[in-house]
């Protein structure tokens, strides 16, 4: 069993900054694949990146791509994303997932963690 609990988000203004972390309790966090996802009101959970255990494989939506970073710490079983250059439609509640497989782009995880609000503000 693994529970996620994120942290990091809040209120931003367009072209701002946030790190979100995802702090993962329970054993072998190294042995899990990771990754973020975002839901905005009345739309589908939709993938935003997703990493390996050892950080090597890293993939992200086009709609992040060259903004957002994905990265791991091991030791301290956490997950960031880095999101630079936030946009309005980055408005949404963030949910790290994690996998006990591969990587994935789909939904198909084993854990979530209950969500943090973002919001850009135009």
């Known amino acids: 069993q693994v529970q996620l609990v994120e942290s990091g988000g809040g209120l931003v203004q367009a072209g701002g900054s946030l790190r979100l972390s995802c702090a993962a309790s329970g054993r072998m966090f190294v042995m899990y694949a990771m990754g973020w996802f975002r839901q905005a009101p009345g739309k589908e959970r939709e993938f935003v990146a997703t990493i390996n255990w050892s950080g090597s494989e890293l993939y992200y939506a086009d709609s992040v791509k060259g903004r957002f970073t994905i990265s791991r710490d091991n030791d301290k079983s956490t997950v960031y994303l880095q999101m630079n250059t936030l946009r309005p439609e980055d408005t949404a509640v963030y949910y790290c997932?994690?996998?006990?497989?591969?990587?994935?782009?789909?939904?198909?995880?084993?854990?979530w963690g209950q969500g943090t609000q973002v919001t850009v503000s135009s």
């Open positions: 997932a994690a996998r006990r497989a591969t990587v994935s782009t789909t939904t198909a995880y084993d854990y």
